[in-house]
């Protein structure tokens, strides 16, 4: 719960070299995601080349983030790959949650950037990423040190809350 409610979007970077060991914690965190029928769809491009993170920021409208980040992970999924194709986005996002969630329990900040299924940004990243045919760009994630404290709020709300029947 700690670590859920400590969660939030973090846009704002002061510079700092996030270390492999850390990046592949996160990666680990986001393989450990839930999918359908255990399909694991997923791949991740995993970024700090300093002239390639800042080129996001030309390829998204909401990015400019990425020019301050230290890393960033673009999730990716194979759709072909999996069983049940139409969950394909379900479980890349279930994978960029945990990957949000670890950044957070790790002193580090992040924010979820929208790109599937937005057309032009499919399009966009596949081409600045190379990706191959049957890989669908899901989110990018940029990281770093978050340059302001965390923001603390509580937003739970029973009046959403059903109990048995609506
Ligand atoms: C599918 C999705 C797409 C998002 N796309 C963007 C984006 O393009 N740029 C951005 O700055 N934030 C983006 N966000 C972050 C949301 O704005 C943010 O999660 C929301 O305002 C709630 O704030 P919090 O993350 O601090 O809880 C996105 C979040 C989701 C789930």
């Known amino acids: 719960m700690d670590a859920i409610l400590a969660r939030h979007s973090v846009r704002e970077f002061v510079g700092g070299k996030i ?3 850390t990046l592949e914690k996160l990666v680990h965190a986001g393989m450990s995601a839930p999918s359908a029928m255990h399909s694991a769809p997923w791949h991740f491009v995993v970024v ?3 002239d390639r993170l800042n080129g996001v920021s030309g390829v998204h409208p909401y990015a400019a983030m990425s020019l301050q980040a230290s890393a960033g992970i673009l999730v990716c999924g194979e759709p072909d790959s999996e069983i ?3 969950f394909f986005d379900q479980n890349c996002a279930a994978a960029v949650e ?3 969630i670890a950044v957070s329990d790790l002193g580090l900040g992040a924010v979820w ?8 940004h499919c399009e966009n990243f596949t081409k600045y990423f190379q990706l191959p045919e049957n890989i669908a760009p899901f989110a990018w994630i940029p990281i770093g040190y978050p ?3 965390a923001k603390q709020d509580n937003r739970l709300d029973l009046s959403r ?3 048995n029947v609506w």
């Open 147 to 149: 340059k302001n404290p």
């Open 19 to 21: 270390s492999d060991e």
């Open 98 to 100: 945990n990957i949000l």
């Open 113 to 120: 950037v929208g790109v599937y299924p937005n057309k032009t």
């Open 161 to 163: 809350v059903h109990r």
């Open 84 to 86: 049940l194709k139409e």
């Open 48 to 50: 700090t080349d300093r």
